[in-house]
């Protein structure tokens, strides 16, 4: 997808977009399990019993990389983002966006167990 052609000069007003990536802190390609209706960056234990699983090599980007020098106008009024258990990653790719104060609002659902299984904990997460 080429994401110059997606944030158009003048298309702020009224928009939305959605996006399908791996999210992280740094743009690395990754081994990750899938199953047809699931697939997580964090290894959540439970995926790796059905034998219909598999591993697949993945892009990860951040969204530092990916929107922030793409985007048109000065700012993204709500950014959503799920995850499934890498929040403090995806968050981590953000830093330059939110530091700039280029997201006004932000909105994520965390499972402490999910967030446990990458390594941070929900305290943590509110923290950054």
């Not at 047809?36 to 591993?55: A, E, K, R, W």
Request: aromatic residues 10%.
């Amino acid at each position: 997808l080429d994401w110059k052609s997606v944030f158009k000069e003048g298309s702020r007003a009224g928009h939305s977009y959605i996006m399908t990536a791996a999210l992280g802190e740094r743009v690395r390609a990754l081994n990750m399990t899938t199953r047809y209706d699931y697939s997580s960056i964090s290894d959540q234990g439970y995926l790796t019993g059905p034998p219909n699983m598999q591993v697949e090599e993945i892009a990860m980007t951040t969204l530092d990389d990916t929107i922030g020098p793409y985007l048109p106008f000065d700012h993204i009024d709500l950014l959503k983002l799920d995850v499934e258990g890498y929040e403090m990653g995806a968050l981590r790719g953000a830093e330059g966006l939110l530091a700039d104060g280029r997201i006004r609002f932000l909105v994520m659902e965390f499972h402490p167990g999910m967030l446990g299984s990458s390594g941070t904990d929900p305290e943590g997460l509110l923290h950054f």
